[in-house]
């Protein structure tokens, strides 16, 4: 079992930046792939971006995101982060981020831990 706790999320206005973090209750962290998703009002939770394990060289995001959005992972802080740079209203959405074992996928249904997720809200 892992427990995860999403921060970093706020009211920021278009063009904005924020940095999402994913925290973890197990220095086995590292041992998770982790994936972030975000659900806007009325509609599905959709895939952002995800990280595989260890090293976390291998990265993926979904294409309205490339190019603004980055994601990192700190094993000694047990934390993953996601850089969100050149904030669209589109972005609006909770931000959920998720870990499993195996590989970063892009399906929520393949994700066995969830935290709690956090606001992001862009204004126009």
């Known amino acids: 079992q892992v427990q995860l706790v999403e921060s970093g999320g706020g009211l920021v206005q278009a063009g904005g930046s924020l940095r999402l973090s994913c925290a973890a209750s197990r220095d086995t962290f590292s041992n998770y792939a982790v994936g972030w998703f975000r659900q806007a009002p009325g509609k599905e939770r959709e895939f952002v971006s995800a990280?595989?394990?260890?090293?976390?060289?291998?990265?993926s995001y979904t294409n309205s995101v490339k190019g603004r959005f980055t994601i990192s992972r700190d094993n000694a802080r047990n934390t993953v982060d996601l850089r969100m740079n050149s904030l669209r209203p589109e972005d609006t959405a909770v931000y959920y981020c998720?870990?499993?074992?195996?590989?970063?996928?892009?399906?929520?249904?393949?994700?066995?831990?969830w935290g709690q997720g956090t606001q992001v809200t862009v204004s126009s």
């Open positions: 990280i595989s394990t260890w090293s976390g060289s291998s990265k």
């Open positions: 998720a870990a499993r074992f195996g590989a970063p996928l892009d399906t929520d249904t393949e994700y066995h831990y």
